[in-house]
């Protein structure tokens, strides 16, 4: 079955206390993308992967890291969470960006609370 | 700059109505692609529609359809009919391909409450 399987689902940690957050898709996706959803402000991007090793920011990718060093996965990596980072995080995946066939498979999401 | 703005925050509807939902943006690329996802209370992320710049074609789906007019940067959802299990989050969202290829925007979500 196509998926985008993200962990864990749901997350309470204290602040600064670094912690990953896993995506892996099985599509052979080339594009991948990390969103955060906070009430009222819809998914913002915090990064995106064009493909293995090239990765770039999105509209708010401060106080997050990520890598691209397998196709299937792209971990979001949270230094030194603070409270501001609660929200709740989806993994995205497509062949590409956008195009005449492509569109985004979403993960089912992690919610992350940082005390 | 890419923008998207859907204005209605909440749309409440009696079964059988219609609802029509707004999303205007602002993009400076002429060839970019825009959406619209559902999420309902499960959570999920539920892709609906993609079109792109170049296809200013309305489109119907079951119940739904969507009107693209490029003049007024303007792509609406319609839901006719609506049902009790069309109670969601609706999002729309644009990706630009020429500049910024890889870079998405949603707009912040119209919540629609579908009562019996």
């Known amino acids: 079955e196509a998926q985008v399987t993200q962990n864990p689902r749901y997350l309470i940690t204290v602040t600064g206390k670094k912690l990953t957050v896993t995506c892996s898709q099985n599509m052979n996706h080339e594009y991948m993308s990390w969103y955060r959803q906070d009430p009222g402000l819809g998914l913002r991007q915090i990064y995106y992967?064009?493909?293995?090793?090239?990765?770039d920011k999105g509209d708010v990718p401060e106080g997050y890291k990520v890598s691209r060093k397998e196709k299937r996965n792209f971990p979001l990596i949270l230094e030194s969470p603070s409270p501001n980072q609660t929200s709740l995080y989806f993994c995205?995946?497509?062949?590409?960006?956008?195009?005449?066939?492509?569109?985004?498979?979403f993960g089912p999401g992690t919610r992350l609370t940082v005390l | 700059a890419q923008k998207v703005t859907q204005a209605q925050t909440e749309i409440s509807v009696v079964e059988k109505e219609d609802v029509t939902l707004d999303c205007v943006y602002e993009?400076?690329?002429?060839?970019?692609?825009l959406f619209w996802y559902k999420q309902p209370l499960s959570g999920e992320l539920v892709f609906l529609i993609r079109r792109n710049s170049f296809d200013e074609q309305n489109e119907i789906s079951g119940r739904y359809s969507w009107n693209f007019q490029k003049s007024t940067s303007s792509f609406n959802f319609t839901i006719t009919a609506s049902q009790v299990v069309d109670s969601a989050v609706y999002f729309c969202?644009?990706?630009?391909?020429?500049?910024?290829?890889?870079?998405?925007?949603f707009g912040a979500g119209t919540q629609v409450v579908v009562t019996p």
């Open positions: 995205a995946s497509s062949l590409k960006p956008s195009g005449r066939i492509d569109t985004q498979y």
């Open positions: 992967s064009m493909n293995v090793e090239v990765t």
């Open positions: 993009t400076r690329d002429t060839t970019y692609y």
């Open positions: 969202a644009l990706s630009e391909v020429t500049d910024s290829w890889g870079k998405f925007q």
